[in-house]
């Protein structure tokens, strides 16, 4: 999307208050000067979530969050930057002037929108033209009902039984190529359907709009792949997409949970037994993506894979990012043999929501899985087993839930919690020099950064404010507040030499071996 000009980015900002925004989200209390809440951005109980009326700044003590109205509205909507200005020009009645660039690329999305649903509706009306199909469905247990709902479709045995419709009536097959329903075949180079004999699930986004499909084969050829979907397009994008979230929003925001399957079909089979909070990977590896649209709805998430290898493997991986993006991530295997398909029409939806009830949390998932894999009487094994948990503890942006697990492990694994915490500090160390040198060493201190010759003036700059009011928040802050700030924060990190002095001093006055990062 094109910039939007500043002065009206500036604009919209300044016409609208920080403290009712944020007010929406967060019960703000005021204190002083500012307002305070519980953080929406990390797990807390006592407030640690600050607003600036006067700035119309908002920061979190506790996770380190911060920024101005924008900032917000993009961490907790999961916004780009553009659409949050967006969001709140809509709100104030503020026009952005819309380039001829973003017009055209809009209606080139409209374009490939409008291939999907015409698609859309050519395969559900082959569907309702096909005993066969309907009779399949009806032996896997779906009913009529359920087929509506889903809008679920059939693409005809045929090499172009789409394209012959699309070109029945007139419509250019460019949008249709762009989206993936037809390939060149490279003999020929003639165009052809991607979806044939098989069984069709619209994938909609958030907003009700036809953005893929996927398909599962109903041929009984071995070589046939069973499953596959509409490639990556300008309208669908893999790891934004949750297969049934436009159908399931409303359900979880009322069960305050997310049920995670991997199958189409277990989500249709769920669904008809009255669990209607899921969704479904349909094959798509879980990314941080995906964290950030689940967390729209919820913060509790529950994965429904299947008893075998490859559903446990991918339970652990995916669980790891939502786990690792602050979700309260929990694991349900089932069952050997049964998956939720399976499960639920034998059992029905009561039953499946009782063992929903039992599932894991993630961590205990994954020291089972370690345990089953090393030999914890072995030093070197026990010591690999650390290693992989202090690694999957790592990302967590979160101190005081690291600090919560560290001591869980160290707990089952009769481990000392002093020496854990060590571990985890030296890794801490490191990956932030990582995150800050790339993977060469860490320069000398007396070579720490400087503002570069020729830079605007430090007092001009943002840096500038920001160092001095943190200076100043550690002269007036009570000890808890010290201990956060320097958990959070580095001499590294200040760029004025005077306030990197200060800090260090600081640091040194009352907390001899700061900067530390935990406390046992
Ligand atoms: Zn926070």
């Excluded at 380190?64 to 909507?77: E, I, K, P």
């Excluded at 859309?120 to 005993?131: A, E, K, T, V, Y």
């Excluded at 909609?204 to 509409?230: A, H």
């Excluded at 503002?451 to 001009?460: E, H, I, N, S, Y």
Aim: charged letters at 25%.
């Amino acid at each position: 999307m094109p910039p939007i000009p500043e002065h009206i980015i500036d604009r919209i900002r300044d016409s609208v208050n920080i403290v009712d925004v944020i007010g929406r989200y967060v019960t703000l209390k005021k204190r002083g000067r500012n307002y305070v809440g519980l953080c929406p951005f990390h797990t807390e109980k006592t407030p640690s979530f600050t607003v600036n009326a006067e700035k119309q700044i908002f920061h979190c003590f506790g996770c380190g969050t911060g920024g101005n109205v924008y900032t917000f509205l993009m961490r907790h909507d999961n916004l780009s930057f553009v659409e949050a200005v967006r969001r709140l020009a809509d709100e104030t009645g503020i026009k952005i002037p819309v380039s001829r660039e973003t017009r055209r690329k809009e209606g080139e999305n409209e374009q490939l929108f409008k291939a999907n649903q015409i698609a859309l509706n050519f395969f559900r009306q082959r569907l309702q033209q096909s005993p066969r199909v309907q009779q399949y469905l009806q032996q896997r247990g779906i009913t009529r009902k359920t087929i509506e709902h889903f809008k679920l479709g059939f693409a005809p045995d045929e090499w172009d039984g789409l394209l012959k419709h699309i070109r029945r009536f007139g419509y250019s097959e460019k949008p249709y190529e762009k989206v993936g329903l037809f390939t060149t075949s490279e003999k020929s180079g003639n165009l052809y359907d991607r979806f044939r004999n098989r069984l069709i699930f619209p994938i909609f986004n958030t907003s009700g709009k036809v953005v893929g499909f996927g398909g599962r084969t109903l041929s009984d050829d071995p070589q046939t792949p069973k499953y596959i979907n509409s490639p990556e397009s300008p309208i669908y994008h893999k790891g934004r997409v949750l297969y049934g979230l436009n159908f399931a929003a409303e359900a979880i925001r009322e069960a305050g949970l997310v049920i995670v399957v991997e199958g189409y079909m277990d989500l249709l089979q769920l669904h008809q037994q009255g669990v209607g909070n899921v969704v479904a990977t349909s094959g798509t590896a879980l990314t941080e993506d995906h964290a950030r649209l689940i967390r729209r709805y919820t913060r509790r998430v529950v994965l429904c894979y299947d008893a075998d290898n490859a559903g446990i493997q991918a339970a652990a991986r995916g669980g790891e990012v939502l786990f690792q993006h602050l979700l309260e991530t929990q694991v349900l295997i089932l069952p050997p043999g049964e998956d939720p398909d399976s499960f639920v029409k034998q059992h029905g939806g009561d039953a499946f929501r009782k063992l929903v009830t039992q599932a894991q949390d993630y961590l205990t998932f994954r020291l089972d899985l370690l345990e089953r894999a090393h030999d914890l009487q072995q030093a070197a094994e026990r010591s690999r087993a650390i290693q992989e948990v202090l690694d999957l503890l790592l990302p967590v942006p979160d101190s005081v839930q690291v600090n919560f697990y560290l001591e869980k492990v160290a707990e089952r694994w009769q481990l000392p919690i002093a020496m854990l915490l060590n571990e985890f500090k030296k890794k801490h160390r490191a990956r932030r020099q990582r995150q800050r040198y790339g993977e060469a060493p860490p320069p000398p201190p007396e070579a720490a950064p400087k503002a570069p010759a020729g830079d605007a003036p430090l007092m001009f700059s943002g840096a500038w404010g920001a160092e001095k009011d943190v200076i100043l928040l550690l002269l007036n802050a009570h000890d808890q507040v010290r201990e956060q700030v320097y958990d959070l924060l580095g001499e590294e990190d200040f760029r004025n030499p005077e306030f990197r002095e200060l800090f260090r001093l600081i640091g040194a006055l009352e907390v001899p071996d700061a900067p530390h990062l935990l406390h046992a």
